[in-house]
Nanobody, 121 residues
Framework: VQLQASGGGLVQAWGSLRLSCAAS????????MGWFRQAPGKEREFVAA????????NYADSVKGRFAISRDNAKNTVYLQMNSLKPEDTAVYYC???????????????WGQGTLVTVSS
């Protein structure tokens, strides 16, 4: 599946952004979807994941209570609502598709190109 992430930008601390990831093809609902991020000089880290029908979600501890992942299978799109943003959330955010609800990036087989989120203090 091909993935296209969008919605990044510059936001002040405590602000909000919503990222979107549009998928091509008619098999979107068969994939678990995840969001990962990579800050400059750091390794890619897990942010959130959502099951095929959106029933189950999983979050990194660092974003619990602030971020929310959702999906619309009719629109082949997964979202990441980010609230109360902090400067340490600054990173390139990637969406990914895979077979398992996992926090491990190796479990995801298809990746979008990334969208940059910059949070100013």
């Amino acid at each position: 599946v091909q993935l296209q992430a969008s919605g990044g930008g510059l936001v002040q601390a405590w602000g909000s952004l919503r990222l979107s990831c549009a998928a091509s093809g008619r098999t979107f609902s068969t994939y678990v979807m995840g969001w990962f991020r990579q800050a400059p000089g750091k390794e890619r880290e897990f942010v959130a994941a959502i099951s095929r029908l959106g029933i189950s979600t999983n979050y990194a501890d660092s974003v619990k209570g602030r971020f929310a992942i959702s999906r619309d299978n009719a629109k082949n799109t997964v979202y990441l609502q980010m609230n109360s943003l902090k400067p340490e959330d600054t990173a390139v955010y990637y969406c990914a598709a895979g077979p398992l609800l996992s926090s491990r990036h190796s479990q995801y087989t298809d990746w979008g190109q990334g969208t940059l989120v910059t949070v100013s203090s």
